[in-house]
């Protein structure tokens, strides 16, 4: 079921409180806070409202089970569409103007194959926001392993660390 959730949280060094956000689920909060999602075959959306001071992250698998960005039917959009509507009523209230908005969609896919849509997931989300006028940044990571993604909701600021590599610590990608 699609709609707010998350799972462990986990206090930081830096006094920051550490949320996970499971897929199908997404969280906003005005707080000083870090938001996390792993994403494998799946994509973030990262909204910050700069003049209320609050954002969220709504975490969305790709449909189907391959990893890969698919096409969409009617019945999924529209599910998608209601979850999509409500995260962004829930971090921009009844705001009029969306000057201070700014959004962005990280995203990760397994490398492609012949026959990949023409239209994703990302891309129709992107045009829900850009509809809304919401300015919007994609990215997409084609790897066979996942990546988390961070986000401080009350400051706007979102990072990708990429996978664990020697000696086990994360690559860090900049998003913002």
Request: charged share 20%.
């Amino acid at each position: 079921m699609l709609g707010t959730g998350s799972l462990s949280i986990r206090n930081l060094s830096q006094g920051l409180e550490e949320l996970a956000v499971v897929a199908g689920a997404y969280h906003v909060s005005p707080e000083p806070m870090r938001l996390v999602a792993t994403l494998f075959g799946a994509l973030a959306l990262c909204l910050h409202d700069e003049k209320r001071g609050v954002g969220g992250l709504l975490h969305l698998q790709f449909f189907g089970d391959t990893g890969r960005p698919s096409d969409v039917t009617d019945n999924s959009l529209s599910g998608v569409l209601v979850v999509l509507d409500r995260f962004k009523r829930a971090v921009l209230g009844n705001a009029a103007r969306y000057d201070d908005v700014q959004a962005r969609i990280l995203a990760h896919a397994l490398p492609p194959q012949t026959g990949e849509p023409t239209a994703s997931l990302v891309d129709l989300i992107k045009a829900d926001l850009v509809d809304g006028r919401i300015v919007c940044g994609t990215q997409v990571f084609r790897r066979v392993e996942p990546v988390k993604v961070c986000f401080e909701p009350f400051a706007g600021r979102v990072w990708v660390s990429g996978p664990i590599g020697a000696g086990g610590l994360h690559r860090r990608f900049s998003a913002a």
